[in-house]
């Protein structure tokens, strides 16, 4: 298809919102973004410019049903979202972009997904995957500062921040926190999918996440068979792209180079 610089894709009758920065992908490798669970196409800031002008590859963003200009989604999310995700929607956008060879980059649950995409899919398409502050398996901690998050929105100023880049809010914050604060989501665990990941991981985490431990660095370590490149960055959170942009941009940029150098 002939791929705009921004726009929308029509899936099952709704729409994606896509941004594409630089060479489509007949012309060079492609780094897929999947954001975080409260994030959007915009909410990427200037990282995917960075990216593109760091790595010469072209960079699509899109943000998912219930995110940003996309179609709203069903509510409640059903406690399997993003496998979901992973292997119903996630490969029908790759299909229609064109995607030829190159990359998935997630962050938090556009992470999870993008290792449930790896392992569920043997796609001779994808040289690696980068995981940003990704979750396999819930923690306290992480289930903790998610509780906090729904006190933010409820009675905080999250709601209003939230507003100016979803285009309905309340489906963008209750698909991702109802979810996770079901008791059922207690037992949500993605591990299985790690040890049939064939391609280089990297992951990045903040040393200070609020969602999660370096248990799910460890854990993949662990399972993944395939090679693991860890990155832990100082005076970082839950969003290392936005709290240590530069740092964050060299090491994820340089795994990529490494990746397109193996592969080529």
């Known amino acids: 298809m002939n791929l705009q610089d921004s726009g929308f894709l029509t899936l099952d ?29 915009g909410l990427w800031g200037d990282f995917p410019a960075r990216l593109q002008q760091a790595t010469g590859c072209g960079v699509f963003a899109y943000s998912r049903f219930g995110y940003g200009q996309s179609s709203p989604c069903a509510l409640p999310r059903p406690l399997d979202y993003m496998t979901r995700e992973a292997k119903e929607v996630l490969p029908a956008i790759l299909d229609q972009i064109g995607f030829k060879h190159g990359l998935l980059l997630g962050h938090s649950d556009g992470a999870s997904i993008a290792a449930i995409y790896a392992g569920s899919h043997q796609d001779h398409r994808l040289g690696g995957i980068v995981l940003i502050a990704p979750h396999f398996f819930t923690e306290e901690v992480g289930l903790a500062a998610i509780a906090e998050a729904k006190k933010a929105y409820d009675a905080g100023d999250l709601k209003p921040r939230l507003a100016k880049w979803h285009l309905d809010v309340d489906c963008a914050f209750r698909g991702w926190n109802d979810a996770w604060l079901d008791p059922g989501f207690r037992r949500w665990d993605i591990t299985e999918y790690l040890a049939y990941i064939r391609v280089p991981v990297l992951i990045v985490q903040g040393e200070a996440d609020q969602y999660g431990t370096v248990r799910q660095l460890e854990v993949a370590q662990q399972e993944c068979y395939c090679p693991v490149e860890t990155a832990l960055i100082e005076g970082a959170k839950h969003t290392p792209q936005r709290e240590a942009p530069e740092v964050t941009l060299q090491t994820v940029s340089d795994f990529v180079a490494h990746v397109i150098a193996i592969e080529a």
Do not use: N
């Open 13 to 41: 009758d709704k729409r994606i919102e896509y941004r594409f920065l630089g060479p489509r992908p007949d012309q060079a490798p492609t780094i897929v973004m999947l954001h975080e669970g409260l994030g959007s196409v």
